[in-house]
């Protein structure tokens, strides 16, 4: 088998409203929100950039330019904190060099699969990995992230990958699910033949309990099958639905991400997530285990 094209570019839907956390995002996107101190776009951009992606499509909405800007170089900040002898290191993997960044726009909000579709032109020809920032991968202690082993898996099998997670049954119907089938031999993550996909199944439906969990790996000819996609779950063109098109005609696997993942897109999520990775900061772990058993007693 001919090596596979590398991925270079990831698309990174981000026009959501973040209804959700109301007030908070009334003015700042969700995407914002830090983790400790760290926004959520942040570590999805580093876990893609760990992955050797060199370009980010951010497909945005209105009131979202500020996650751009937190990729800008910020003159005044650091200049002030250069003055002062401040460590100027917190900021560097907030520095996008020209053409790192490129932002796309999603007027109408129509679904996850019109925000990829969005993207289109900038994505061409290549194959491209897609970030969903509320689902926050968090590889194990001294292990690699999850796109990582996804384009690690990608480079043996080609095709289109799909990251999974195993929930349990009656969780279902909140995500999409996929049909698996057979195991597949790897040198790294655990890797499986995806045979269907379907969205937002009842759970008396689902094929398994095995779901999407936030990152894909797709070949450019799901964008055509986007053109035409009709309205699915929700009334909105579903990414899940186009992808179920493409299984058949190109190969189509499912890696199992060894590590954690906080679904940040919930309120509980991310003060789980938060708590979490604060508890396995050198710098604080120790204080934030006696604060919370503080609080507990």
């Known amino acids: 088998m001919n090596s596979p094209k590398p991925i270079k570019k990831a698309v990174f839907p ?15 996107p969700k995407e914002l929100l830090p983790i400790v101190d760290r926004p959520l776009i942040q570590y999805a951009v580093d876990e893609a950039r760990e992955a050797g992606i060199e370009q980010m499509i951010f497909v945005t909405g209105r009131g979202k330019t500020a996650i751009v800007e937190h990729f800008d170089v910020a003159y005044e900040l650091e200049d002030t904190m250069s003055e002062r002898g401040k460590d100027m290191g917190v900021l560097d993997a907030t520095r996008a060099t020209p053409g790192d960044i490129i932002t796309v726009r999603q007027q109408v909000p129509m679904g996850l699969g019109h925000a990829i579709w969005c993207a289109r032109a900038i994505v061409g020809d290549e194959p491209f990995a897609i970030f969903l ?8 202690k001294g292990g690699t992230g999850c796109m990582k082993q996804m384009v690690q898996a990608y480079n043996e099998v080609g095709g289109n990958l799909i990251s999974v997670l195993e929930v349990p049954m009656e969780e279902v119907s909140s995500y999409g699910v996929i049909k698996p089938g057979a195991d597949v031999a790897s040198s790294g993550a655990a890797l499986t033949e995806v ?13 398994s309990n ?12 799901v964008m055509r099958t986007l053109e035409t996609q009709g309205k699915g779950a929700g009334g909105e063109i579903q990414l899940t639905d186009a992808m179920a098109k493409m299984i058949g005609d190109q190969p189509f696997h499912a890696v199992t991400f060894d590590g954690n993942r906080y679904d940040c897109g919930n309120k509980l999520g991310f003060v789980e997530a938060t708590l979490a990775l604060a508890l396995e900061r050198e710098d604080m772990g120790a204080d ?9 007693k």
């Open 14 to 28: 981000v026009a959501g409203l973040g209804t959700r956390f109301l007030p908070a995002t009334k003015a700042i």
């Open 195 to 207: 045979t269907g996909l379907v969205e937002k199944p009842p759970v008396a439906e689902a094929p």
């Open 288 to 296: 934030v285990r006696a604060m919370a058993e503080r609080l507990l």
């Open 133 to 140: 920032p509320d689902e926050l991968m968090i590889g194990k």
């Open 210 to 221: 095995k779901i999407v969990s936030g990152r894909y790996i797709l070949q450019p000819e």
